[in-house]
């Protein structure tokens, strides 16, 4: 599983579509879930290339630091975003005539409310992925907050 680290440090907050693009590529991991269970669950016959249980502790270890990560970029640009937001609006009440900064408004409010939703597809993704782990690793591994 790639580290994401870097990546969700950059993640763009400016333009929604330019993160909601980062954040695909971010989920990517989470797509590939089975996949990765699969390949890093060693068979009967392979199991000198390490034990299950190691194997599920990693890849969950793994997940939880993805998870960490990505909730954390998603939150920064939520806060920046508002911050924009609380700016446009101090902007509004000062110059009440001003259409470009009523549309400014509206533009981050809008992407606002689109970064927050992301945080419930966040959990929607966690859920998935946390699913297919328990039923492929719930003999090896039972992680601790489960």
């Given at each position: ?11 763009p ?8 693009e ?10 590939k ?17 390490g ?66 939703s ?26 601790p907050?489960?």
């Open positions: 599983m790639s580290t994401a680290g870097e990546e969700v440090q950059q993640l907050c400016r333009e929604f579509s330019e993160f909601k980062a954040l695909q590529l971010l989920r990517a991991d989470d797509d879930i089975i996949y990765k269970l699969n390949t890093s669950l060693p068979t009967t016959s392979f199991s000198e290339q034990s299950a249980t190691e194997h599920c502790k990693d890849l969950y270890q793994q997940l939880q630091s993805l998870y960490k990560s990505r909730s954390s970029a998603i939150q920064k640009c939520v806060d920046e975003t508002t911050n924009q937001v609380a700016m446009f609006r101090e902007q509004r009440d000062n110059e009440r005539d001003s259409n470009v900064i009523l549309k400014q408004l509206r533009k981050e409010q809008t992407k606002l409310r689109l970064m927050k992301e945080l419930g597809v966040e959990e929607v993704v966690k859920e998935r992925s946390m699913k297919v782990f328990r039923e492929r690793c719930w003999k090896s591994y039972k992680p907050d489960f």
